[in-house]
């Protein structure tokens, strides 16, 4: 089956620098990925959606200045939280639909952050 | 009022027993359905996509009532690998998915 890839999938950071974290589609092309934030006993939330070569959408309540989104080719997003704070400690998830008229998505293993 | 809302858990049950979830939305023009499993610290995984005629996979029954905005989920002779958080997810007109926050299940021996 199709295959989404995240990267790191770990990360421990301080207060104030930046981290970017990847998600790859390995054996398809993705026009659009969706990255998501889940806080522990939470549900996924959608933070945006990224569109290849065109800017991200962004769900309300979501600075987009803080969390910069790039999907420069078909087969690659990233997701870069600036500025970090303990607050953002987080699993950010990314995701892809295998064929647009089908509605599976497909997750990355998904990226634990831990700001200091 | 949540998007998709499912029945607060955990669910403790027995192996062999048999455990139905249930999940609301609220809006009724969402266009798909699915129940998503979750294991611990794990990214989400399809379980199956949930249709207006009901369907069955294995020991696992979906079913969706669009009139009520409700959609269950039926887990038959529960296996203690069925311990997940199971996902109730809607998806929306602009292709987006929306997911409840999850119903804990722990199958004991």
């Known amino acids: 089956g199709a295959v989404v890839s995240q990267h790191p999938s770990r990360v421990i950071c301080k207060s104030g620098t930046s981290v970017k974290i990847e998600c790859r589609s390995l054996d398809f092309q993705a026009t659009t990925m969706f990255w998501y934030r889940q806080f522990p006993k939470q549900s996924l939330m959608l933070m945006a959606t990224s569109n290849e070569g065109s800017k991200a959408t962004y769900e309300q309540g979501v600075e987009k200045d803080k969390f910069l989104i790039n999907h420069a080719s078909l087969t690659l ?3 870069t939280v600036t500025s970090a704070h303990p607050e953002d400690s987080s699993f950010y998830i990314c995701s892809a639909r295998y064929r647009e008229a089908a509605g599976e998505l497909f997750f990355g293993e998904g990226s634990r952050l831990t700001v200091l | ?13 027995p192996e062999g027993a048999t455990v139905a979830f249930n999940c609301t939305y ?12 979750q294991d611990c610290r794990k990214e989400p995984k399809l379980l199956m996509s949930v249709y207006s005629s009901g ?8 079913q969706l009532n669009r009139a009520s905005q409700y959609i269950s989920l039926l887990i038959r002779d529960s296996k203690l690998s069925d311990s997940a ?7 929306t007109l602009g292709g987006k998915l929306i997911f409840g926050q999850g119903t804990e299940l722990s199958v004991k021996p």
């Open chain 1, 77 to 79: 997003s990233t997701l």
């Open chain 2, 1 to 13: 009022r949540k998007e998709v809302e499912q029945d607060p858990g955990p669910f403790n049950v």
């Open chain 2, 26 to 37: 609220s809006n009724s023009a969402s266009q798909s359905f699915f129940w998503y499993r």
């Open chain 2, 55 to 62: 369907n069955e996979d294995g020991r696992f029954t979906a």
């Open chain 2, 85 to 91: 958080t199971y996902l109730c997810v809607v998806g």
